[in-house]
């Protein structure tokens, strides 16, 4: 049980892998923003092949895609029929009350669905082929022109950096503590969900003490290995660009162009 | 003041006291560690032993800092010099867990050097040395949750290593490990420790580790209450059992062979010289 997945990385040495993770967070960021420009079939459909392009470059079963978009299913599909019922113009098939079924109300559907399901089909293709550390190294790249504006970026980036290697200690905790709960009796599986919320509490205080612990030897540690505060260290860990990346920017491109012919069209 | 001078590390009058706490947790403590020397330093739980090595590299100081002094190869610990001191001593903590920095191993062998702002092309450099110089170089990649404890305790030796200091502290370093990972790690710090020329303090209340040692000391309530060769110390039943420690294997072997009449020279308390004493016996008999 010791080694957790966080978030939802899945190892592998397709082309998708060896984008730099700056690369891929602003394409990522960039196509988001590419969608909400789309305004006509035509540019849907753009927008939707490139999206699929970038699935096709993972070299992932489509599986992985779909266990991404499965927990926002429902939530997807109701916005999609808000859509389609308050949304009367064109021709209208049926009609009761406030609600519609019009022409334009089921493309309106349609398109909400698309959108919704290409953020996070995108958004899957970025965390399951990047490391949530090389995430971590991408955003603190991104934040740092905040530095202007005095943010410790450095700091930031520790903090996340830190934080991501102690989940699976902390997890390994947890489960120490609910074995041991378990073994005097505790139950975490039946019961309604007052019981079991109630049941929890017990496990987060020990929880919630050794992390502070943890902390503080952490600290006494670093400081020992002359930690002075995030100003003028140096760095182990660097990203550097490679020509993989320039794919990413002809993708951006490209996509830009067609995103602006189709428009005017 | 030749005698000085060998001495990497000396306390003088060092008294601690910790917040809210009734009695000091060092009492007016002086000692002296000698350079290249291997020393243990040993007691019961809340004997003081721990703050000592927090003493030394300046994480805790002393209640008066006029009337306390703690010298470290040659630097009189106070506030300006506390970071040259830390340059000196490198400690390895009891909890594997709880000193593992970095995401990776290299990137937690890095951390002292990012902390000195070490140029990376050299850090490269020393980084992977240190790393291969403990064994761990099919490792460097390895996240600290698919590292044994053994494993991430050479990981914080590596780190140690990384910034090249005189002393290393083994803080109950071993305590947390089965038997084999902490033969392995002691195995290392003494190879380790002729490769480098290093002084080890090793803080400890296993009595085997402390059995290594050149050199004893003895804490009990904050106070030094001997100091000895291990062979000197161990022949001190009354004293360890007063403290709660046991005795080593070997000294207790020998004592119960005595109780039944059977007596072994004075002078054999290695496990090697022993089995020869009594496979001697044995065939005299």
């Known amino acids: 049980m010791s080694k957790i997945i966080i978030g939802r990385y899945l190892p592998g040495t397709s082309f998708m892998y060896k984008v730099d993770p700056r690369a891929k967070m602003l394409v990522t960021f960039y196509f988001i923003l590419m969608i909400f420009l789309a305004n006509n079939w035509q540019s849907y459909l753009v927008i939707t092949v490139f999206g699929l392009m970038t699935v096709v470059a993972t070299g992932l079963k489509p599986k992985v895609f779909w266990d991404g978009v499965k927990p926002m299913i429902w939530l997807i599909i109701f916005t999609s029929l808000l859509q389609t019922f308050f949304m009367a113009g064109g021709k209208i098939y049926w009609h009761w009350w406030v609600f519609a079924i019009s022409s334009e109300g089921l493309i309106n559907g349609l398109y909400v669905f698309i959108r919704f399901t290409l953020i996070i089909v995108v958004s899957t293709v970025m965390t399951v082929t990047t490391k949530p550390l090389e995430i971590a190294d991408a955003m603190e790249w991104i934040m740092t022109p905040l530095k202007l504006f005095k943010v410790n970026v450095g700091m930031i980036s520790l903090v996340i950096s830190i934080a991501l290697r102690f989940v699976p200690t902390l997890f390994d905790q947890t489960m120490k503590i609910m074995n041991a709960q378990r073994s005097r009796g505790a139950d975490f599986n039946d019961g309604n969900l007052v019981q079991r919320a109630k049941s929890v509490v017990p496990m987060l205080v020990p929880l919630f003490i050794d992390s502070l612990e943890v902390a503080l030897d952490l600290s006494t540690a670093m400081e020992s290995r002359g930690y002075k505060g995030s100003e003028g260290r140096s760095r182990y860990r660097v990203l550097k660009w490679s020509k993989a990346d320039l794919v990413p920017l002809a993708y951006c491109v490209i996509l830009t162009a067609l995103m602006v012919i189709v428009r005017i069209h | ?285």
């Not at chain 2, 050097?113 to 490792?139: F, H």
Request: with cysteine; proline share 4%; hydrophobic share 40%.
């Open chain 2, 1 to 285: 003041m030749s005698a000085e001078k060998d001495n990497i590390i000396a306390f003088e009058h060092v008294t601690f006291t910790y917040p809210d706490a009734p009695r000091p947790a060092v009492d007016d403590l002086s000692f002296a560690i000698k350079k290249g020397a291997w020393t243990a330093l040993i007691g019961h739980n809340g004997s003081g032993k721990s703050t000592v090595s927090k003493l030394i590299n300046g994480l805790l100081a002393p209640d008066d800092m006029d009337r306390s002094k703690i010298v470290v190869n040659g630097i009189k610990l106070a506030q300006e010099t506390v970071w040259d001191v830390r340059e000196q001593v490198g400690i390895v903590f009891q909890n594997p867990d709880n000193q593992f920095v970095g995401a990776t191993v290299a990137d937690d062998v890095a951390f002292g050097l990012e902390n000195r702002a070490t140029p990376r092309s050299e850090m490269v450099k020393i980084v992977a040395q240190a790393v291969s110089d403990v064994g761990m170089a099919d490792y460097a990649g390895a996240e600290p949750s698919n590292l044994s404890g053994g494993q991430k305790q050479r990981v914080a030796i590596a780190g140690i290593l990384a910034i090249k200091p005189k002393v290393i502290i083994l803080d109950e370093a071993t305590s947390m490990l089965d038997p084999e990972g902490k033969q392995q790690i002691l195995d290392l710090v003494k190879r380790i420790k002729d490769e480098n020329d290093l002084t080890v303090i090793s803080i400890t209340h296993d009595i085997d580790e402390a059995s290594l040692a050149d050199q004893v000391l003895v804490m009990d309530d904050g106070k030094l209450i001997d100091q000895g060769t291990p062979e000197h110390i161990f022949a001190q039943v009354d004293l360890l059992e007063r403290i709660g420690l046991d005795i080593p294997f070997t000294f207790r072997l020998k004592q119960l062979l005595q109780e039944r009449g059977i007596d072994l020279p004075r002078d054999a308390d290695k496990e090697d010289e022993l089995v020869q004493e009594i496979c001697q016996l044995n065939s005299k008999m």
